[in-house]
């Protein structure tokens, strides 16, 4: 058993380095559907953190001008207090609000430009909470009726029906343009594989000839499948893994306020997915490539 | 090496005790390839073990299809063909291998490896079967002192002359300690010098117990060594008995 394993492992890097501008070409293009994948997944993630992030936030926010009278808020407040749908409300001042900001640039570690212009831009709110979520009623009219003190109302289901669209399509386009790319892979993988094996004909027909079983015969370009496959799962890890940090502040630029980041469980689920799909794709190219070849 | 009987080969019909102590039974075998070409007709051929018989015949005659036949190349279409006890047709795919291993075959074009050397073309044959190095090793320096190239070990096929080529392909064919070793004419593209080489290492072999079974056109050969003579002639088995290449009357 350590015999095939040293022999199989022995010959399908001896036929990657012998055969090496299509080893390279397939191992390329495997790490291009790698990082597509991974790239998917992690965008498809961060949306769904956003998402997740959104959904337990409250559901309603009013952003109020700056300078309104306390009584008239209080008046909004109680107003809104009463209608059926509502399950609490909360009021945020414009101190409160700047003071939450700058604790979120302090936890990301961003720098805070309010400190430098000694003003605070931030608006206070009134924070509606639902008895069901979904079920507004009349809370966002009553709060935009009242123009005097109301800015702007945000409905938390805009933003969730926008990042679940935005979701779909992205998840719908990334999938077909990963299927393409596959088909891509899983074809330069076969023709590599292919051409190994038409290299190795003499070996194998030699290899036939003394006896060697079948799996002697095919495994070491299963293997060779594999290695490239392994091959381009680690190159991909290693660019991932140069790109995190870039595109961990990218994306929370572009998501404000949600904490989208790379945490350990999305880590150990790219580590799994990149490595089994690259090995997947390699052994199932080499697989075809070997079955068609060596069909007797 | 004895030939076991493994339950599975056992045929329906079992053979006659003097077919199982053969290295090789040909019974009513005959052979049509789908295009229609009648390669071997009713061919009956028992090689007890031990023996050393001449193949021969005119070109198309059938004898490369023979040789496919007791390497499971090819399944006879009719008829039962055993090797060291086994019948090849019913023999599953997984032990082909197997019985491969038994048989040591030796070709015109002597197929070694040109990036190997010596050494290596003869372990390559072991390697690919799962022997470990460490018992390789042994085995590959014995049957290279076997055929004479002990020295030349080290060597490229390119390096080497047809003879030690083919001397080094027999090397490779005797590495399993065959049962029996088949020959594809070993001398068609040596000189005749160079050919009674071969030959004697052959026969050498065959006195160590090795059955040979050797395809040629070298009449000269044939004629001299007075040893069994099987003729094919369009398919058919025409003559069997110990003499020259030509038939004497």
């Not at chain 1, 095919?218 to 140069?242: D, Q």
């Amino acid at each position: 058993m350590l015999t095939f394993a040293a022999f199989s492992v022995r010959r399908a890097l001896q036929g990657l380095w012998r055969n090496r501008v299509m080893s390279l070409a397939a191992t390329v293009t495997m790490v291009l559907m790698l990082l597509l994948l991974a790239g998917l997944l992690i965008v498809l993630s961060g949306l769904q953190a956003g998402l997740s992030f959104v959904e337990q936030k409250v559901d309603v926010q009013a952003y109020l001008y700056d300078g309104v009278p306390q009584d008239r808020v209080q008046a909004l407040i109680a107003q809104v207090e009463a209608l059926p749908e509502v399950s609490a409300v909360t009021y945020t001042t414009k101190a409160q609000a700047l003071a939450d900001w700058q604790a979120t640039l302090r936890a990301r570690g961003q720098q805070d430009f309010t400190a430098v212009t000694g003003t605070n831009p931030i608006p206070a709110s009134i924070n509606v909470k639902l008895r069901e979520p979904g079920v507004y009623g009349t809370v966002v009219d009553v709060l935009q009726a009242d123009t005097a003190v109301v800015q702007r109302v945000d409905e938390t289901q805009q933003v969730v029906d926008a990042l679940i669209t935005i979701t779909n399509v992205l998840r719908t386009i990334g999938l077909i343009m990963l299927v393409m790319v596959g088909l891509t892979v899983l074809f330069i993988v076969v023709n590599t594989i292919r051409m190994a094996v038409m290299a190795r004909a003499d070996e194998i027909e030699i290899m036939r000839l003394v006896g060697a079983s079948d799996a002697f015969i095919r495994w070491p370009f299963i293997f060779e499948g594999l290695f490239v496959g392994l091959i381009g799962a680690a190159v991909t890890l290693l660019l991932l893994g140069l790109a995190a940090g870039p595109i961990s502040q990218f994306t929370s630029a572009i998501v404000a306020q949600v904490p989208v980041g790379f945490d350990q469980q999305l880590g150990v689920q790219l580590v799994g997915l990149v490595v089994g799909a690259g090995a997947l794709m390699g052994g199932i190219g080499a697989w075809i490539s070997v079955r068609s070849y060596l069909i007797r | 090496m004895t030939a076991t009987l493994e339950p599975a080969a056992v045929t329906s019909r079992p053979p006659e005790p003097d077919a199982l102590r053969a290295s090789l039974v040909l019974h009513d075998v005959s052979m049509v390839y789908p295009n229609g070409k009648r390669a071997l007709v009713d061919v009956d051929l028992v090689v007890p073990r031990g023996d050393f018989v001449f193949l021969v015949g005119p070109s198309g005659a059938g004898k490369t299809t023979l040789i496919k036949l007791l390497i499971r190349d090819v399944v006879a279409t009719t008829g039962a063909v055993l090797l060291a006890g086994q019948d090849l047709a019913r023999l599953p795919r997984r032990q082909v291998p197997l019985i491969r291993r038994r048989i040591g075959i030796v070709f015109q074009d002597f197929k070694l490896l040109p990036t190997k050397t010596v050494r290596e073309n003869v372990a390559f044959a072991l390697e690919v079967t799962g022997t470990p190095r460490q018992h390789a090793a042994p085995v590959v320096e014995r049957v290279l002192a076997l055929v004479g190239l002990s020295g030349q070990a080290e060597q490229r096929p390119a390096q080497l002359s047809g003879g030690e080529q083919q001397r080094t392909a027999i090397a490779r064919a005797m590495v399993h300690d065959p049962e029996i070793i088949i020959a594809d004419e070993p001398t068609g593209n040596l000189d005749p010098l160079i050919s009674w080489e071969i030959l004697q290492l052959l026969l050498r072999i065959n006195e160590l117990g090795t059955t040979v079974l050797m395809a040629t056109h070298n009449a000269e050969v044939v004629t001299a060594l007075r040893r069994r003579v099987v003729a094919l002639e369009e398919g058919r088995v025409v003559r069997d008995e110990v003499g020259g290449y030509h038939r004497e009357y």
